[in-house]
């Protein structure tokens, strides 16, 4: 167990997921700080932040270059004059919609360089649920059997966000999008792109799983049909109880995920009532 000398550092999950305290995410950190939010970041795959304020969207990317380097995203509109940033919200109107982000995903894994991860922060929240949960993909890796572990170690998967923002979007014509979000799925969305099925941390040197419901389409070489069992089945190993972490917001949360180890989603059971959060998405590099 890590000792931490400039937080406190508090658990959550079973194996992920940990509450920091003693920290202003608005003010600059000292460098032992710094330092060990990285180090606690990197152990727990995601953290988390009470009572901040980063109303600010200039404070929000300070707070995030603690972490890495803010990145535009495609398709989902920014915020006006941050490209780096996307407001994410369901309104109350918003009746019988589908919430962004609430099927099991690793963010833009549909991109040759997926996201680092992200820094999310919450504006406003529902009286009671919108809760966001994330599964351990290294522990779903570890606790493969030998034989399957060799096998997926030399496969690679096709990915793409033709589901979300291509051709076959559920958000075409504005269906499934809140009023206040705006998504421009467009044939750029139908790319394939090639990840490791198995990817090894660039920073932990731990391997974890590289696969997610949203974006997966199939394994290389495999069609669709012959991929979906064994895809099905590492999806729902994922996501057993003990790898999932289940994070409550208030308003002046953060959360900031290690999107190279973790899938995540967003909870969909607070209709007619009023959720947003502000995300700052941070640059990633090609999964080995
Ligand atoms: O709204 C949430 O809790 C998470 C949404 C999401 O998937 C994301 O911000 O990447
Ligand atoms: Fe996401």
């Known amino acids: 167990m890590t000792s931490y000398d400039t937080i406190a550092v508090e658990p959550l999950g079973g194996s992920i997921g940990a509450v920091i305290r003693g920290v202003d995410l608005g003010a600059p950190l000292s460098n032992a700080q710094a330092a060990e939010v ?13 009572d901040q304020d980063l109303d600010d969207p200039e404070r929000q990317k300070r707070a995030a270059r603690l972490f890495g380097e803010p990145v535009a995203i495609p398709f989902v509109k920014s915020l006006d004059g941050h490209p780096e940033i996307i407001d994410i919200v369901k309104e109350a109107e918003d009746v019988g919609k589908y919430n962004f982000g609430g099927n099991w995903h690793t963010d833009t894994s549909f991109l040759e360089t997926p996201a680092m991860g992200s820094l999310l922060y919450a504006l406003d929240v529902p009286p009671r649920g919108g809760d966001t949960l994330f599964a351990d993909l290294y522990a779903a890796y570890e606790t493969l059997s030998d034989g399957l572990k060799r096998s997926l170690e030399g496969m690679t998967a096709l990915h793409s966000g033709i589901r979300s923002y291509g051709s076959q979007s559920k958000f075409q014509g504005g269906r499934n999008t809140s009023v206040s979000m705006a998504i421009d799925a467009n044939e750029e969305g139908d790319k394939l792109i090639e990840h490791p099925v198995v990817r090894t941390h660039p920073e932990t040197g731990r391997k974890g799983l590289f696969v997610n419901p949203n974006y997966t389409i199939r394994f290389r070489d495999w069609s669709e ?8 089945f590492l999806y729902a190993h994922a996501i057993r109880d003990e790898f999932v972490c289940r994070f409550r917001w208030e308003r002046g949360s953060v959360a900031v995920w290690d999107n190279r180890c973790l899938m995540h989603r967003a909870v969909n059971d607070y209709e007619g009532h009023r959720r947003h ?3 700052v998405t941070l640059q990633g590099d090609r999964p080995h």
């Open 225 to 232: 049909a012959e991929s979906k069992p064994l895809l099905d």
């Open 38 to 50: 990285h180090a606690a970041f990197l152990a727990n795959s995601v953290v988390f932040f009470r």
């Open 277 to 279: 959060m502000r995300r």
